[in-house]
Every structure is written in structure tokens, then in C-alpha cells.
Nanobody, 124 residues
Framework: QVQLVESGGGLVQVGGSLRLACAAS????????MGWFRQAPGKEREFVAG????????DYAGSVKGRFTISRDNPKNTVYLQMSSLKPEDTAVYYC?????????????????WGKGTLVTVSS
């Protein structure tokens, strides 16, 4: 059983930066593709960024490309999301998720494990 625990959320001003962390426990962390998703009030959960374990390729949603960076530290079983140039529309609960599937299109239904989320609020 994989457990994911997010941290690092908080209140930040427009243009500021935050780094989220997702600590994973369970077997073969390096064998999981790890993704960050977010859900704003009244909206569906959406993909933000992901790291594919098989290829090492990172994917980003168009809305965050160039501003957010996903990285992982396998020895620490942790994946990070560095967020910069934050905008009010980035306000959401951010979730970490993982899957062992060989391929994923980062749909929420294709993720096997989820954290409980951490709230990011960008104020203007």
C-alpha cells in the first residue's frame, strides 16, 4: 500500500513562489509515475505536472508550463512541485498521485493512489 502526504501549501502573493513536497511510503517508489493535480472550488480536478518513471519524461499542463517544475528525489521517496510566478487562478487544493501503469495520460481515473491534498492560495 502506497501512502502519499503532501506539504508546503500556504498563502502567497501574486508573483510569488512555493514548493510543494509529496512524501511517499511503500514499495518501489522509483517504479511509480508521480503526478500533481489540483482542484479549485467548483471545478473538476485537473492535471498539473507529472514524472513518468519508465522514460523519465516530465509533462506539464499548458497553464503551468514554464512556471512550475516537477522533480523527484528517489532516495528520499519524495516528489516536489516548484511553483513560481503564481497567479490567482493557481489557487486550489493540490494533490499528489501515483500509478504503476506503464503508460498514463494523466487522467484522474488512471491514478492508483492519492494524497489528501494541500491548499495553495494566491492572493492579489
Amino acid at each position: 500500500q502506497v501512502q502519499l502526504v503532501e506539504s508546503g501549501g500556504g498563502l502567497v502573493q501574486v508573483g510569488g513562489s512555493l514548493r510543494l513536497a509529496c512524501a511517499a511510503s511503500g514499495p518501489i517508489f522509483s517504479g511509480y509515475s508521480m503526478g500533481w493535480f489540483r482542484q479549485a472550488p467548483g471545478k473538476e480536478r485537473e492535471f498539473v505536472a507529472g514524472f513518468r518513471w519508465l522514460s523519465g519524461i516530465t509533462d506539464y499542463a499548458g497553464s503551468v508550463k514554464g512556471r512550475f517544475t516537477i522533480s523527484r528525489d528517489n532516495p528520499k521517496n519524495t516528489v516536489y512541485l516548484q511553483m513560481s510566478s503564481l497567479k490567482p487562478e493557481d489557487t486550489a487544493v493540490y494533490y499528489c498521485a501515483s500509478t504503476m501503469r506503464l503508460s498514463t495520460n494523466w487522467g484522474t481515473s488512471g491514478m492508483d493512489y492519492w494524497g489528501k491534498g494541500t491548499l495553495v492560495t494566491v492572493s492579489s
